[in-house]
């Protein structure tokens, strides 16, 4: 079975500033696909960033990057120069069986 | 643009009525299609994963009766709702997986039964 933990449910981030929301996930498949998922409050599901388990390098897309530590199960989301926008619900989740993770409400502070 | 279209967005209707839900992806093909339920400032829970030409596969406690799945195509899914009541308000979301391409979403239905 898989599994996604999202241990944060909030976070507060000054604009400008970067965070990093926490993922940890579990499954016994020696290989496997994590992805972040952003969701407004619109409801939609933007696709962020995807890494691969046998991927040699973290992903990176923009301000978006994946500090994946693959003997800790971690897949944590950086989030470079949080601007406004960026105030939203983020998933980790896996593909397999897409298993999301509880989800993490991230709010920007101006 | 999009690549998986839902629809409607919003449904209101009353208690008993039936309401079927569309969800298209619009330039792949989508060998599974999997439909979720969303209460408000909670995870996705998945509901369904269906795949083009068999029935669907339904999670632990979802009524396969209630929630009529169909998968004709290799482009569109859709989710019915029968005989609605209260109690099914909720957001619906679909999502499309085709070859090695991450999940692509549709954007939602908010269903609200009076």
Redesign the interface.
Known sequence: AQKITQTQPGMFVQEKEAVTLDCTYDTSDPSY?L?W?KQPS????I?LI?QGSYDQQNATEGRYSLNFQKARKSANLVISASQLGDSA?Y?C?M?E???????T?LRVKS | GAVVSQHPSRVICKSGTSVKIECRSLDFQATTMFWYRQFPKQSLMLMATSNEGSKATYEQGVEKDKFLINHASLTLSTLTVTSAHPEDSSFYICSALGGTQPQHFGDGTRLSIL
């Open positions: 696909g992805f998922y619109s409801g939609e599901m696709f995807y619900m998933f989740a593909r069986r897409v298993v999301f993770g509880a989800g409400i």
